[in-house]
């Protein structure tokens, strides 16, 4: 079960009596309570029809109680258990949860863990609940989410905009909504997103990032790469050396990988690889220039690196000074 398969089903006029929203990915976990606070009763009902609990602060026998209530001028009521991850005595609700009542919308949203699968209580979700399990999405998904959304705001993106976007949020789908937000705001009648926009309304300068970073060292621009590593230096949260390093990790990982892909066709080696096939000559200009030992080489001094940045072995060197040296060991 999808969080669109659920809002469409409610949109319909369909709903089950529990839905346990649980998992990693609070994006969709919030989308789906919004709604079914915001929408799925009418203003008029809500009043009397409509109940919220915080985990911290909930009793199991109030939110049991409040589920066996009937509502009130309405066809149905809404509870909502908002945080329940922190409630106790959480597995006390089993009993409701095994007879619940039908004119009651029950919604547990249950963030960043998931129920014990051996539990009593596990058993029983599966069984009455409507179950509904988030992950974190994997950061090569995040290109297509981005621009899915992006598109949803009857807007496009080009290729280099979308990446510098993705690139600077990182793995927060509800922080890259709010920027496509923004963006959709200030962009007027125009429907493009260019990378100036982003360096313009998000803040991330287009020639001065974790990506032209990664360009640098991948087409062995010394001196384009020493440039950016002085911005980053003047400017420390435009790309704090542990949002460098992984990010250059992730890249240089999957050129190793076309070296054992045993295929030249770009279109197969992107599939391969998971990235946007816009990309793949990237990797394969990064593949030539530093030949099979060269890259298993630069893996191994970003994991020596990271090490250093977060203190082993290092008695303190400056970020900027780490990064120096290691672009230097990387091309010579």
């Avoid at 990446?163 to 789908?173: A, E, I, K, P, R």
């Avoid at 001094?301 to 203190?311: A, F, M, Q, T, W």
């Amino acid at each position: 079960m999808s969080a669109e398969k659920i809002l469409s089903d409610w949109k319909k006029g369909n709903f089950k009596p529990i839905y346990w929203l649980e998992g990693d990915e609070s994006y969709f976990i919030d989308q789906i309570v919004d709604f079914a606070e915001h929408h799925i009763l009418k203003e008029s009902e809500s009043g009397f029809n409509l109940t919220i609990f915080y985990g911290r602060d909930a009793d199991w026998a109030a939110v049991v109680n409040a589920c066996r209530r009937y509502p009130m001028f309405a066809e149905r009521q809404v509870v909502l258990l908002k945080e329940a991850q922190q409630m106790r005595d959480i597995e006390k609700l089993e009993g409701y949860i095994d007879n619940p009542l039908s004119s009651t919308v029950f919604v547990v949203s249950y963030k960043e863990k998931k129920v014990d699968g051996r539990s009593k209580l596990a058993k029983i979700l599966k069984q009455k609940a409507e179950l509904f399990s988030t992950k974190k999405m994997y950061d090569s998904q995040l290109p297509e989410w981005t621009n899915n959304m992006v598109q949803q705001h009857g807007l496009t993106i080009n290729q280099k905009a979308l990446y510098l976007l993705v690139d600077h949020v990182g793995n927060d789908l509800s922080r890259i909504q709010n920027e496509i937000e923004k963006l959709a705001m200030n962009l007027g009648a125009r429907k493009n997103i260019t990378e100036d926009d982003i360096e313009k309304y998000i803040g991330v300068s287009k020639e001065f990032n974790v990506f032209e970073m990664q360009d640098a060292i991948a087409k062995k621009d010394f001196s384009k790469a020493i440039r950016i590593i002085q911005y980053f230096k003047a400017n420390p949260k435009a790309a704090p050396i542990q949002m460098i390093l992984p990010a250059l990790y992730n890249f240089f990982s999957k050129v190793f990988m076309i070296f054992g892909a045993g295929t030249n066709d770009e279109k197969l080696l992107a599939t391969s690889l998971g990235i946007n096939p816009y990309f793949i000559k990237d990797y394969t200009a990064a593949a030539k220039n530093y030949s099979y030992q060269g890259t298993e080489k630069i893996l191994l001094l970003l994991h020596e690196y990271n090490l250093r940045s977060v203190g082993v072995h290092d008695g303190g060197t400056d970020d900027a000074d780490l990064m120096k040296e290691m672009v230097v060991k990387m091309m010579y």
